[in-house]
């Protein structure tokens, strides 16, 4: 029976090295993927509430104070926070360390209570 099939004679055999068929390795990729998701991971991110408590507030955040508040969320991990109040100058930041969000924000200065709950730490940055 030599029957041919969109131009492959039938039946047909593979040509395999030492009748076994291995599959190739998939080329490995850059590791430029995992690089990139491990940054965005580990960026503190800003939850909507403390979003609208910044912009409320008018509390600005450059680049270095970014870098501080980042700085603190990490010694706070480093020391298994949950829930931290990170100072830094008047301002007071409640972060939840292991998701690395600002839940919310408040400058001192013109606060009346100052009182924070369910915090476990606090770190000065």
């Not at 593979?14 to 390795?25: E, R």
């Not at 940054?39 to 403390?50: C, G």
């Not at 931290?84 to 360390?97: E, R």
């Not at 998701?99 to 100052?114: K, P, W, Y």
């Amino acid at each position: 029976m030599n029957d041919v099939i969109n131009g492959v004679k039938v039946p047909f055999i593979p040509l395999v090295q030492n009748d076994i068929i291995t599959p190739k390795k998939p080329e490995s990729k850059s590791d430029e993927f995992g690089s990139i998701f491990k940054t965005e991971l580990d960026k503190l991110r800003f939850s909507s509430h403390a979003s609208k408590r910044l912009e409320a507030r008018n509390i600005q955040l450059n680049e270095g104070s970014l870098s501080k508040l980042n700085e603190a969320v990490e010694k706070a991990e480093s020391k298994g926070a949950r829930d931290s109040l990170v100072m830094l100058d008047q301002t007071a930041f409640i972060v939840n360390i292991p998701n690395r969000t600002v839940i919310t924000a408040m400058d001192l200065s013109g606060q009346d209570e100052r009182v924070f709950t369910n915090i476990d730490t606090v770190v000065f940055a």
